[in-house]
């Protein structure tokens, strides 16, 4: 890619447009109000105001309190047993598992291509730490993927399932995945 520009043929007329609209510093108010538009329209059609998400059980979301962490495995067994695993242990509250992923990669001076399951972990920001630690122990790959992403914001109730399964938060009930 050369000037830093992004070749327009690789991009749909919608998606050509949005990313056009990004560049243009000036339209930045114009595009996000035009964001929150079918928000306000749905709820101008329902003759309610709009929603506000409302904290679980009294406390807000302290933001980058829950992270997502993704690992990549072999194979849908491996990925299983893992997964498995960090929710028996309460270091992760759920686990995703997104099949046939293709990585690229180089490795050892060499370019590589393989296919891939992909786990998406569900965890406290504080248990990243420990969650890496036991992933490395049990993982067939010399160098496995561990990387986390905090979350600054989501459904409240949600998150504050996340801390309460891995054991930050008392219980106060459950909340599916």
Avoid at 27 to 53: I, K, N, W
Avoid at 101 to 115: F, M, Q
Wanted: charged share 15%.
């Amino acid at each position: 890619m050369r000037g830093g520009r992004a070749p327009a043929f690789l991009l749909g007329g919608g998606a050509a447009l949005f990313l056009s609209l990004l560049w243009m510093p000036a339209l930045l108010p114009v595009v996000s109000r035009l964001l929150l538009l079918p928000r306000a329209l749905l709820s101008m059609a329902s003759g309610s105001p709009p929603s506000q998400p409302s904290p679980a059980s009294g406390s807000a979301y302290a933001a980058g309190s829950v992270s997502a962490a993704f690992v990549t495995c072999p194979n849908e067994k491996v990925a299983k047993e893992i997964a498995r695993a960090v929710v028996e242990k309460h270091l992760a509250a759920c686990v995703n598992l997104i099949p046939q992923i293709t990585s690229i990669y180089e490795w050892k001076g060499k370019i590589e291509e393989d296919s891939e399951v992909l786990m998406m972990i569900k965890t406290q920001s504080s248990l990243v730490p420990a969650l890496t630690d036991f992933v490395r122990s049990v993982h067939p790959y010399e160098v496995a993927e561990v990387i986390a992403l905090p979350v600054e914001q989501g459904n409240s109730p949600y998150l504050h399932w996340v801390r309460q399964v891995t054991g930050s938060v008392p219980e106060s009930g459950t909340a599916p995945p």
